[in-house]
């Protein structure tokens, strides 16, 4: 069957393999649920950003990891290992990122709604850059730097008006959208001038992130087209050399073989001669340029392992796989209807000639994986592999029905570690006072 990606190979065995381990083997040794992530696959992913962003926006140009996508301390590690910047979003990812050890200077500090503790916590930190959202934020932003008497460097996000045509939930770019400034209302500007007249702010330029899952590169262009434009207005109006410019992230990943690959190297290519190209037509000097993708370089490493619990077939109706997790451990069926591939790891060349509602353990309908999955015949007992689920899954992980975290497992060289240990059903009650 198509695996989607090299990392993923049917071992001498008939075993479903990642990394050239055998899944069937992780799920005895590790349980299941888990996560089962190949290291490799994220540092070739990163490095392919790294080596697209420099060769063709020039040595300066900076891919930040978005760890949102997938945050655990040892990925900090991996991304500082690699020379990558990240994107944090919350108090809890700056935590995590410096227990890490990463370097604060390259980390970019996202959100539209930072608390004061946020604030202080980054700053405390020495973030490098706030990725500021709003004037609240400008005002407190300005006012915590002041009583530090330091100057916090900033980019402002700028929504520049675009509809990616990805799921409604992970557009951002649109003007009505809770994230950034607009530029076609005008408060984009307004907040580019009272930025530059703060006495703590440096204002080195301009984010922007249109959505995720995106696929076409056309809206990355049309993004970057507005976004060198509105430079050339900010320098005409506030006489501004702008120093930088974040893409954001958003590149798709197949999940299904109907999904069409990306070449990741390709697309950061055309999108710099396209931003090239504009800075020239608008007269404005080539920013230093920042990327930020999250799901292209860790979805694709990740696979979830379940054992089969119950086959239901409805007569009439449908076959239900129920599997030990569901969507605690991956609710983005059940919010963006996403589609996953599914196999039966101990017999992944057996015919998928089924097709399933692959449906979690949780007392709600609605917790599925997928339906209409093309699926071998499955049996109580066997491990079935989700694909592609390093990204956005074990990130938006909860204990819905109290169920426990499933470990992450860093598959490396042929051997297996665990980054992230298997909650425990103490760990569960940790903080229950009463
Ligand atoms: N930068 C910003 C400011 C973002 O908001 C995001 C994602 C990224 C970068 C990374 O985008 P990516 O390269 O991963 O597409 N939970 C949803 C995805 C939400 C994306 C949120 N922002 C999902 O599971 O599909």
């Known amino acids: 069957m198509n695996l989607l990606y090299n990392h993923l190979s049917v071992n001498q065995d008939g075993h479903l393999a990642i990394g050239g381990m055998d899944t069937v083997d992780l799920a005895k040794q590790y349980g299941t649920p888990a996560y089962i992530m190949d290291e490799d696959a994220i540092r070739a992913m990163m490095r392919t950003y790294l080596d697209a962003a420099h060769t063709h926006f020039g040595a300066d140009a900076l891919p930040l990891y978005a760890s949102k996508a997938l945050c655990f301390t040892g990925i900090y590690r991996i991304a500082a290992e690699e020379g ?153 109006e506030c006489g501004m ?42 007269g404005v000097k080539m920013p230093k340029v920042i990327l930020e993708p999250g799901r292209s370089l860790v979805a694709a490493a990740g696979i979830t392992l379940y054992t089969v619990g119950s086959v239901k077939e409805i007569p009439g109706f449908r076959t239900y796989v129920s599997v030990d997790g569901g969507m605690p451990d991956n609710p983005r069926y059940a919010l963006y209807q996403s589609t996953y591939t599914a196999l039966i790891a101990n017999r992944p060349d057996a015919p998928r000639n089924c097709r399933v509602t692959v449906a979690g353990r949780c007392c709600e309908s609605g917790d599925l994986i997928g339906e209409d999955m093309p699926l071998q015949e499955a049996r109580r007992g066997d491990i079935l592999a989700v694909l592609t689920t390093g990204a956005y899954n074990y990130a938006m992980a909860s204990h819905y029905n109290r169920l426990p975290n499933p470990p992450v497992i860093l598959v490396k060289d042929g051997a297996a570690k665990v980054a992230v240990k298997r909650e425990s059903y103490e760990d569960l009650v940790r903080n229950d006072i009463l």
Do not use: W
């Open 84 to 236: 990558m910047g990240v994107d944090c979003v919350s108090g809890g990812e700056l935590y995590t990122a410096k227990r890490a050890g990463f370097p604060a200077e390259r980390i970019y500090f996202h959100g539209n709604n930072k608390t004061e503790r946020d604030i202080c916590d980054a700053m405390d930190m020495g973030v490098g850059t706030f990725v500021v959202d709003n004037t609240d934020e400008l005002l407190s932003v300005e006012s915590h730097a002041a009583a530090r008497g330091i100057t916090q460097r900033i980019l402002l996000r700028i929504t520049p008006g675009i509809d990616p045509h990805t799921h409604k939930a992970i557009v951002t770019g649109s003007v009505d959208s809770k994230f950034g400034s607009a530029i076609e209302t005008g408060q984009a500007m307004e907040i580019v001038k009272l930025a530059l007249a703060q006495p703590h702010i440096h204002l080195s330029g301009f984010h922007c992130h249109i959505g995720s899952q995106i696929f076409d590169t056309h809206p990355f262009s049309e993004a970057a087209d507005i976004m060198v434009r509105f430079i050339a207005s900010v320098k005409s």
């Open 241 to 282: 050399d702008v120093e930088e410019l974040n893409l954001g992230g958003g590149l798709g990943v197949p999940y299904t073989e109907y999904d069409r690959p990306v070449d990741y190297a390709a697309a950061i290519k055309d999108m710099a001669a396209i931003v090239h190209g504009y800075c020239d037509t608008h």
